[in-house]
């Protein structure tokens, strides 16, 4: 988890808009240039002015469910899938989920996480530094989040949202979930012995079930396509594009279909790299029995 000012904010002082309100403002500015239409005529037809169709575009004031039927037409979208994505995802903007009790104390990206996660079909994932927040106990949970978090009032929030994603797990259907972990993050002592060696035995137990599988690239691997970066693969369920996140120092980083080809490949050379499902389990064990 990248070090972040919490509860991040626009220039203005207003919350800075969800990943859900943007992408529903990205397709429909799509449409209307596709349609060679400006916010001047879109205004009209939905009879306001064209700087509230400007904040609709940016997700700065999300287009509500009506107005996006009004534009379904004026644009003349007639695929259902289409037109499902963009109904769909409109509520999801305006109509609160469990994640959204946060969004007050949190920074955006968390719960844009949380929104990609609840909406996932499957997520790849490959960590280099720490355990991946899905797979986190409560101790090594609060050890990465105290560390990173530049506020120390929102450490427990922050937990209480780790722990809320963690459901995910274990809904119906399930979430399927292929993690891959730098042998690195096995060996970095998170929290104290005790508490890496009971994160060790839950990573094992995860291991052991249907819907995870958990790789280590093993440091004797050397060298790697990912040396830098943590980076998850999510693919959403139907009509929601798969997208991509990385964190950094500057902020959470999301990328969507287009561009998504590059996460794929670097994954996949990951899992070439890493050790199978056995091997992983064996080495996350020995690294338990090394803090002994």
Known sequence: MARRRLGARTQSGKPKPTMRAQLLG???????????????????????????VSRFETGIYPARTPDVHALMALFGVQDATQREFFLKLS??????GWWDQYSEDLDTTLID???IEARAQRI???????????????????????????????VTTGIELRTDRQKVL???????????LDEAALRRLV????????????????????????RVVPLTAGAHA???SSFYICEMTEPFPPVGYTDTLAGALY???????MFKNVWDRLRAAALNERESIALIEAAAKDLE
Not at 91 to 96: S, T
């Open 124 to 154: 790849s994932s490959f960590h280099q530094i720490v355990v991946p927040g899905l797979l986190q106990t409560q101790g090594y949970a609060t050890a990465t989040i105290t560390a990173a978090t530049l506020n120390p009032d929102q």
């Open 191 to 214: 929290g104290g012995p005790a508490v890496m060696r009971e994160q060790l035995a839950h990573l094992v137990d995860l291991a052991r079930k249907s819907t995870v599988d958990i």
């Open 170 to 180: 274990d809904r119906k259907p399930p979430l399927r979930y292929s993690a891959i």
């Open 226 to 228: 990912s040396p830098d």
């Open 91 to 96: 509520r999801d903007v305006v109509e609160p």
């Open 26 to 52: 990205q397709g429909l500015r799509q449409l209307r240039e596709d349609n060679d239409m400006t916010t001047e005529e879109v205004g009209q037809y939905l009879q306001c002015d064209a700087s509230t």
């Open 255 to 261: 990328v969507e279909a287009d561009t998504l080809a």
């Open 113 to 115: 996480l949380a929104w």
